[in-house]
């Protein structure tokens, strides 16, 4: 097994170059980073369907499988890009979603489709859309945005500095609360100035993350939505660094830098081991 391994600003993807098909147990014991490598996902090239140039399945952390993620979605297009010879722009495919990528020797960028808040469509049970509505976790009430990329999402708006609030104790309590039949990922948001964004990050199977794409997706739509900012490119500040998102009529850009890290090889014992 040959895996590629790159971050977006901090949060970390392997590639799946070669090897067995992945499984839920396998891509754990690979993002396990103790005995592991170590990642916040696994990016497993597929065969691509009619729809799409490319394909991927999306593994996070605890063996689930996400829809969409922005930031290993450019890992897996730069990849393709340097090492497979795909080219500047080109369409890949996630199953329940196609995006359009373009990469540069600087940036790359996926147009996310767009926002929804429709809550059948996120999913999210309730009977209007959740806009700044109330929600209970650990006796304490929480105004949160519902909002979906293509993946599910709960945004929570704050005048006081992010980290003043025990947020990772909340967005653990909300990624899994009954009102989010998929489970969610979590953003709480801080707005810094026009066209400027603080967040921080509760991912969905993975727990706090140093960056997302979609995250910052989320958030900046979110933000459009309520009236916190104004449609156009919206910087989204990390603990990792900053994101570009660029909320319009037509759709979601995101952008941003990816950084290689490694190449390596699994030892044949513990691939051995893990396969049963």
């Known amino acids: 097994m040959k895996l ?6 901090g949060n970390d993807y392997l590639v799946l170059e070669e090897g067995p098909r992945l499984s839920s147990a396998l891509a754990m014991a690979l993002c396990d980073r103790f005995r592991g490598i170590g990642a916040d ?5 597929l065969p691509p369907d009619q729809n799409a140039d490319y394909a991927v399945r999306i593994w ?8 969409k993620s922005g930031n290993g979605l450019r890992i897996f297009a730069r990849w ?4 497979r010879g795909a080219g500047s722009r080109f369409t890949v495919s996630t199953g329940p979603c196609t995006v359009t990528c373009r990469v540069t020797d600087e940036l790359i960028s996926i147009d996310m489709g767009q926002a929804t808040f429709e809550p059948a469509e996120i999913p999210v049970l309730a009977r209007e859309p ?8 650990e006796n304490q ?5 519902a909002v979906g990329i293509g993946n599910p999402h709960c945004v929570s708006f704050w005048e006081e500095p992010l980290d003043t609030l025990p947020w990772r104790r ?4 909300l990624e899994r609360h009954a009102w989010f039949p998929n489970r969610t990922n979590v953003q709480f948001a801080r707005v810094l100035g026009a066209g400027r964004l603080e967040i921080r990050i509760w991912e969905r199977g993975a727990g706090e993350t140093q960056a997302s794409g979609s995250s910052s997706c989320a958030a900046a ?19 990792g660094g900053t994101l570009w998102v660029t909320v319009a009529e037509h759709g979601i850009l995101l952008e941003g830098p990816v950084e290689p890290v490694a190449r390596c090889e699994m030892h044949p014992q513990w691939l051995a081991a893990r396969q049963g």
């Not at 909340?170 to 309590?173: H, L, M, R, Y």
């Not at 739509?221 to 603990?239: D, F, K, N, Q, Y």
Request: hydrophobic share 45%.
């Open 60 to 67: 996070n952390p605890d063996g689930s499988v996400a829809e």
């Open 170 to 173: 909340w967005g653990a309590a």
């Open 221 to 239: 739509a979110a933000a459009v939505r309520t009236g916190r900012l104004a449609p156009g490119r919206i910087e989204v500040g990390m603990p």
């Open 130 to 137: 959740l806009i700044d509505g109330d929600i209970a976790v």
């Open 141 to 145: 009430v929480l105004r949160v945005t």
């Open 4 to 9: 590629y391994k790159a971050h977006g600003l």
């Open 41 to 45: 996902g696994v990016l497993e090239p």
């Open 80 to 83: 393709l890009s340097a090492e």
